[in-house]
């Protein structure tokens, strides 16, 4: 289980950037979240599905003990 835990802490290391100029936001401060939040999500895709088939393995771990 430590190893379980020691790999998601790692993919729970990550950043966003976030960009634009204040008057961008301002105009339009729904647009501009939405573009950034679709943006995120796209980019951590790959570490996302990582952390499903990392918690399928735990849970199958767990049951295969009991």
Do not use: C, Q
């Amino acid at each position: 289980m430590i190893e379980f835990a020691k790999k998601l802490k790692d993919l729970n290391k990550f950043e966003i950037d976030l960009e634009g100029n204040i008057e961008s936001i301002i105009a339009n401060p729904r647009e501009w979240a939405e573009l950034h939040a679709e943006k995120t999500i796209v980019e951590n895709i790959p570490r996302y599905m990582t952390a499903k088939e990392l918690g399928k393995e735990f849970a199958d771990e767990i049951r295969n003990k009991n």
